[in-house]
C-alpha cells in the first residue's frame, strides 16, 4: 500500500514536470512569435508612414485649379517695361542675356565653377560678388524692420527633418537633397536594382533652403500661443541636386546647385492667424522689390504647382528681357499645419478649449527675401545699358561703390588670359 502511494506520487510529479516544460516551450514560442509579430507590425507602420507622407497638403480656397498656365496674376510692380534703361536709351537695341553682360563685365567665372566643382557652380566676382553680400545685407534689413527676428541657421540638417517639410519624393534617386557622405548613416544607396531605397532618416543632407532648419529648430515643442506669431529672417547658402532634365532654364545662374538665399519663416497659432501673417510676408518681398526698382509680376499659382507642402502659394516674377520671358525670383507658401504635425510642433490650447481635445498643431508660412543668383540675373538683365554696361539699382550703391557696372578692361586684349579655364 505504502509503494503505490509512493509511485502514485511521483507520476503526478512526473506528470507536472512535464506539464511545467511544455508550458516553458509554449511561453518561450509565444516570446519569439511576440517579437516576429511586433517587427512585421512596426515594418506594416514604417511602409504605410512611408505612402501616407506621399499625401500632399490640402488646396486653399483661393487657389486656381490647373497646371502653371493657370496662374493668375495678381499685381505688377515697378517700372513699365518700356521705362527700363535700355529701352530708353536705344528702343531698337537687342538686349544681352545675363550671361553675355557678365562675361563682359567679367563678373561671373562658369568654367571655373565647372572645373572646381562640376556643372552648374560658379564664381562670382567683382561688381557680382559684391551685388550677393549687398542683396543679403538689403534683405535682412528689410525683414527686420518689419519686425522679423534675424536667426544664423546651421545649413546641414537630417534627412527626417528636410521630409518632414515636404522635400520626400517618392523615388529617393530624384532627391534635390545632397546627402553628407561623411556623416551617412545607412549603407550608400545604388540604383542598380528596382528595390525600395530608405535612407536612414538620421543621414544628414544639405539644406535646401533655410525654412528647413528654421522649422526644424521647433521639432517637438509646443509653443504658448500668447507668443505667436513667430517671424523669422535667416541667411543661408541653398543646395539643390536638381536632378531632372537640363534645360534653357539651367543656362548660367538662373538655375544651379549652390546659391546664397535670404529665407523668410513664420509660425502661427492657427488659419486665422496665418492670413494675416501670409500678408506680413508679401509686404517684406514687395519691399524689397520696390528698393531695387525691379518690374515684377505677382502670380497666384494653381494647384499643380503648389507642392507637397503649401496648401496656397505666390510667384514673383521678374521681366528678365535676355531670356525673352519672366523668371521667378522669389515665392511665398503657407503650408498651414503639414509641416507642424510632420514635427510635432504644436500650439497651446485657446481659452474655451475643450480640455481633453488634443493640443492643436501650429501653422507654418515661408516666403524668399532673396534669391540672390536670380536677382543679379534680373538686375544685369532688366538694367543693362546699349554698350554692355549695367545701372546698380539706387539702394545698393553704398555697398557696390558706382552707379554704374563698366567692363574693368579697357581693350579687348587686356581680356586674354582671365577665363579660368
Given at each position: ?43 506594416l507602420e514604417a511602409a504605410l508612414y512611408a505612402e501616407a507622407v506621399h499625401v500632399p497638403n ?182 539643390r541636386a536638381e536632378s531632372g532634365a537640363r534645360g534653357a532654364d539651367t543656362r548660367g545662374l ?110 507654418t508660412l515661408n516666403g524668399t527675401a532673396a534669391a540672390v543668383p536670380r536677382l543679379i540675373v ?44
Amino acid at each position: 500500500m505504502v509503494v503505490k502511494q509512493k509511485r502514485s506520487a511521483v507520476r503526478k510529479q512526473a506528470n507536472a514536470e512535464s506539464r511545467i516544460e511544455a508550458l516553458r516551450q509554449e511561453g518561450a514560442a509565444l516570446k519569439q512569435s511576440s517579437k516576429a509579430l511586433a517587427v512585421e507590425v512596426a515594418e506594416l507602420e514604417a511602409a504605410l508612414y512611408a505612402e501616407a507622407v506621399h499625401v500632399p497638403n490640402d488646396t486653399h480656397p483661393s487657389v486656381p485649379v490647373g497646371p502653371e498656365d493657370c496662374a493668375v496674376e495678381i499685381a505688377q510692380l515697378g517700372p513699365n517695361l518700356d521705362d527700363l534703361p535700355l529701352r530708353k536709351a536705344d528702343p531698337a537695341a537687342t538686349p544681352r542675356d545675363h550671361v553675355s553682360l557678365a562675361t563682359y563685365l567679367d563678373l561671373v567665372d562658369l568654367p571655373a565653377g565647372a572645373k572646381v566643382a562640376g556643372s552648374s557652380f560658379y564664381f562670382l566676382k567683382r561688381a557680382a560678388a559684391l551685388l550677393e553680400l549687398a542683396l543679403t545685407q538689403l534683405a535682412v534689413r528689410t525683414a527686420v524692420q518689419h519686425g522679423f527676428v534675424p536667426v544664423s541657421p546651421p545649413d546641414i540638417v537630417r534627412r527626417s527633418v528636410s521630409a518632414a517639410c515636404g522635400f520626400q519624393p517618392r523615388d529617393p534617386r530624384q532627391t534635390q537633397n545632397y546627402t553628407v557622405l561623411h556623416h551617412l548613416v545607412a549603407p550608400t544607396m545604388t540604383s542598380e536594382t528596382n528595390g525600395v531605397l530608405t535612407p536612414d532618416p538620421n543621414d544628414l543632407v544639405l539644406a535646401a533652403t533655410a525654412e528647413v532648419p528654421l522649422a526644424g529648430m521647433y521639432a517637438g515643442a509646443t509653443i504658448p500661443r500668447a507668443a505667436l506669431p513667430l517671424k523669422m529672417v535667416a541667411f543661408g547658402h541653398a543646395f539643390r541636386a536638381e536632378s531632372g532634365a537640363r534645360g534653357a532654364d539651367t543656362r548660367g545662374l538662373y538655375r544651379v546647385h549652390q546659391f546664397s538665399k535670404v529665407e523668410l519663416f513664420a509660425l502661427a497659432a492657427d488659419a486665422e492667424q496665418a492670413g494675416s501673417v501670409y500678408d506680413a510676408l508679401a509686404a517684406v518681398q514687395r519691399d524689397i522689390i520696390k528698393q531695387l526698382g525691379l518690374a515684377v509680376r505677382v502670380l497666384q499659382m494653381p494647384t499643380q504647382e503648389l507642392g507637397a507642402s503649401a496648401r496656397r502659394k505666390i510667384d514673383m516674377e521678374a521681366w528678365m528681357p535676355g531670356r525673352g520671358g519672366w523668371g521667378e525670383v522669389s515665392s511665398m507658401s503657407d503650408c498651414g499645419d503639414y509641416q507642424a504635425r510632420r514635427l510635432g510642433i504644436r500650439v497651446t490650447k485657446a481659452a474655451g478649449e475643450v480640455e481633453d481635445a488634443p493640443t492643436p498643431f501650429a501653422h507654418t508660412l515661408n516666403g524668399t527675401a532673396a534669391a540672390v543668383p536670380r536677382l543679379i540675373v534680373a538686375i544685369l538683365e532688366q538694367n543693362q545699358l546699349p554698350d554692355g554696361s549695367v545701372v546698380v539699382p539706387e539702394v545698393l550703391r553704398p555697398w557696390i561703390g558706382t552707379d554704374v557696372i563698366r567692363c574693368p578692361f579697357e581693350e579687348p586684349a587686356a581680356r586674354t588670359g582671365r577665363e579660368s579655364s
